[in-house]
Structure formats: structure tokens, C-alpha cells
């Protein structure tokens, strides 16, 4: 069995406690990070290391985005894609050697900014141009592929707290949720969080830091894992570590994990 885990940490540095917490707690073989904030010569390489994590591929930059791939198993780094143009780390691809060629995407998909309008909201076009160059992309995967990481959109009405309030939200608006259904089909990837909690049962990962504490869950569904359909009949079970969002100094995250037996 090989266990991979994704999970936007908002700044690997300082979440770094609630990481090895985790590490230990949930050991999984192989954990993607979000938003690291760091650029790659200030990763905690050593941490990772300790902590049996000695395989990295990370791809940083100055205090903003940032993804990074550790790995207790032997893997190599596989792409490095810039799909806004801009210079933004917002991508790290690894092959498994050892798997049959695994390939494992870790992706930090933009969040729009406020507005959904391209012509007001430079941010919210910028994220759809990001979805359709992955489109592209993905009509071309021709090996069995993980996609992971923060897609910042929730596509499923149960996906998010309150449909009918935040169809006009950035996250869940229409559009984005077509655009994202459409680097869906280019592949045929399957939701592994939704093939094993099926709609329309509880399945968030984000609550904001604004409104958490009022204890109303209002939560969405902003983080994914995506499989081949080939790989995604090799997995077994997919959970939400939730209680991780109330460690100390949490992330507004929460990690995901799929077992695979592989």
C-alpha cells in the first residue's frame, strides 16, 4: 500500500510543528505541499529528512505560492510548468520509478481575487487561463497520473456551506466550475474524494480564518486528488485529517490522503 497525502500549508516554515505532528500521526509515504512561501534554498530540507523524508522536489519563490513534493520513496523530478507565464511556482511534477512510472502533479491553482469578471478582475482571468492551459495539457497525459493540490474551486453544490449564497463567490461561481469540469474530461480524471465520500455527504477541506471561529462550518471543498481511471481502481481509501484545523497555528487547510495499493 502507498499512502499520498495533499495539503496547502500556508508557509511550510512556520506550519513546520503541525507538519511533523502530522508526519508522525498519519505517516504517510509521500506529501504534497501548497503555498509554501519559501523560496527552494530555504525549504526545511533537514526537517523533511529527519523525519525519513529525504526525496524532495520543490519548486519556490520569494514569500508567495510555492509547491513542494517530499517522499519517503525514490522519486525524480518529472515537470515544472509556469501555466500563467508570469514566473509564479505554482506546479512540481515527480515520477516514481519504483511505482511503474507513477506520476505525481502537486498544483496550486490561483484563487481569483474577488470579483468573478475577467474585464474587472485581472486575478479571475488569469485563474481561467491557468485551467484551460492544464486542459491542453492533461488532453496529452498519456501514462497513469495523481493530479493534487488546491484547485480553489468547489464544484459540487454539497461542496461548500451555502450553494445558492456563494454561486456569485469566487470559488464556486458557474463558470469556474465549468471550466474546471473541463480539465476534468480532458483526462477522464476521477474525484477520488468523491468516489469514496460520495456526494452529497460532508467533504471539506478549507474554512476561513475570518469566520472559523464562530464555529458555523462554513467550509468548502477547494482541495482535490485526481487519478487516471486506471490508478483510481487501485485506490482504496481517501480520508480528511479535520482535526488538524484546530492544531496550534493551523493552517486554513486541512491535509487529504488516498491509500493506493499499488
Same mark, same amino acid.
Given at each position: ?45 533537514? =526537517?523533511? =529528512? ?31 510548468? @509556469? ?16 511505482? @511503474? ?15 468573478? @469578471? ?87 477541506? !478549507? ?18 486528488? !485526481? ?36
Amino acid at each position: 500500500m502507498v499512502k499520498i497525502t495533499t495539503w496547502n500549508i500556508n508557509s511550510v516554515r512556520l506550519r513546520m510543528p503541525i507538519v511533523e505532528r502530522y508526519l508522525k500521526e498519519h505517516a504517510p509515504d509521500v506529501l504534497c505541499l501548497q503555498e509554501i512561501k519559501c523560496q527552494e534554498q530555504q525549504f526545511p530540507y533537514k =526537517a523533511f =529528512a529527519e523525519l525519513g523524508y529525504e526525496h524532495t522536489a520543490v519548486h519556490g519563490q520569494k514569500g508567495y505560492h510555492g509547491v513542494a513534493t517530499v517522499s519517503r520513496i525514490p522519486m525524480q523530478e518529472f515537470s515544472r510548468h @509556469d501555466w500563467q507565464d508570469n514566473g509564479e511556482a505554482r506546479h512540481v511534477g515527480v515520477e516514481f520509478p519504483s511505482l @511503474d512510472g507513477l506520476v505525481l502533479e502537486n498544483v496550486y491553482i490561483p484563487a481569483g481575487g474577488d470579483i468573478p @469578471d475577467r474585464e474587472k478582475n485581472l486575478k479571475f482571468g488569469q485563474k481561467l487561463d491557468f485551467l484551460e492551459r492544464m486542459t491542453r495539457w492533461a488532453e496529452k497525459i498519456d501514462r497513469p497520473t495523481l493530479l493534487v493540490g488546491d484547485f480553489n474551486i468547489a464544484p459540487l453544490e454539497c461542496d461548500v456551506y451555502d450553494h445558492k449564497a456563494l454561486l456569485k463567490v469566487v470559488s464556486h461561481t458557474p463558470l469556474e466550475v465549468e471550466t474546471l469540469g473541463l480539465l476534468q474530461g480532458a483526462h477522464e480524471w476521477v474525484d477520488l474524494g468523491r468516489k469514496h465520500i460520495p456526494a452529497p455527504e460532508r467533504n471539506y477541506s !478549507w474554512w476561513s480564518y475570518r469566520t472559523y471561529w464562530q464555529g458555523k462550518d462554513r467550509g468548502r471543498r477547494l482541495d482535490h486528488m !485526481w487519478a487516471s481511471p486506471d490508478l483510481a481502481a487501485q485506490s482504496v481509501a481517501h480520508s480528511i485529517a479535520e482535526d488538524t484545523r484546530d492544531w496550534e497555528k493551523p493552517s486554513d487547510h486541512v491535509p487529504l490522503m488516498t491509500e493506493f495499493d499499488l
